[in-house]
């Protein structure tokens, strides 16, 4: 079993709608994740962030944790074409400790 | 603005070869990072480093070497290359000071070629 796990899509959705994206981990050590954004041809850039478990927001994007289920979400609200994107979810056991990155999902949002 | 860069985008070596793989940053990060991206498998780290000299190996190093001479620069070395080093190869680099996010900067990375 993969230590992170995330439906690689790709997920298509017309302009507007809610999006969820999602990744479980099998690791309960896991206290920081992450959200990270990949457009083509760039390396990845870093769009939220939470410590331990609850929500977070930030603009159009909330993101989840849910550590008893080892589950987190990324959901993007009134999705743009502009969010085209995979998303690559991460994860560390503490401050400075390395990350574990889920494989990404693949989002179009169709205008 | 958070800049790294990295050597080439596109890259075709034969089997054998020696393979060099460069990375700058110039925001004075102590950390940097190498991975490779595959599809299904994501980001897998193959060395990191947390100080000039200083390497460490991640959780894929074999048939890779690394050298940090300058604090500034990260080089990627495939001694002798083969066809399943065929990747995308991503720098990364953060540091210490980042807080609690631990933000890694990526470049854009390297798409290698093996024959």
């Known amino acids: 079993q993969k230590e992170v796990e995330q439906d690689p899509g790709p997920l298509s959705v017309p302009e507007g709608a809610i999006v969820s994206l999602n990744c479980t981990y099998s690791n309960s050590a896991f206290q920081y994740f992450m959200w990270y954004r990949q457009y083509s041809r760039k390396g990845p850039e870093l769009l939220m962030y939470?410590?331990?478990?609850g929500n977070k927001e930030d603009g159009r994007f909330t993101a989840q944790v849910d550590k008893s289920s080892k589950y987190i979400s990324l959901f993007i609200r009134d999705s743009q074409p502009s969010d085209s994107a995979t998303y690559l979810c991460a994860m560390s056991r503490g401050y400075g400790q390395n990350f574990v990155f889920g494989p990404g999902t693949r989002l179009s949002v169709l205008p | 603005d958070v800049k790294v860069t990295q050597s080439s985008r596109y890259l075709v070596k034969r089997t054998g070869e020696k393979v060099f793989l460069e990375c700058v940053q110039d925001m004075d990060h102590e950390n940097m990072f190498w991975y490779r991206q595959d599809p299904g498998l994501g980001l897998r780290l193959i060395y990191f480093?947390?100080?000039?000299?200083?390497?460490e190996k991640g959780d894929i190093p074999e048939g890779y070497s690394v050298s940090r001479e300058k604090k500034e620069r990260f080089s990627l070395i495939l001694e002798s290359a083969s066809t399943n080093q065929t990747s995308m190869y991503l720098c990364?680099?953060?540091?210490?000071?980042?807080?609690?996010?631990?933000?890694?900067?990526f470049g854009p990375g390297t798409r290698l070629t093996v024959l």
């Open positions: 990364a680099s953060s540091s210490l000071a980042g807080g609690p996010s631990y933000e890694q900067f």
């Open positions: 939470t410590y331990s478990s």
């Open positions: 480093s947390y100080d000039v000299k200083m390497k």
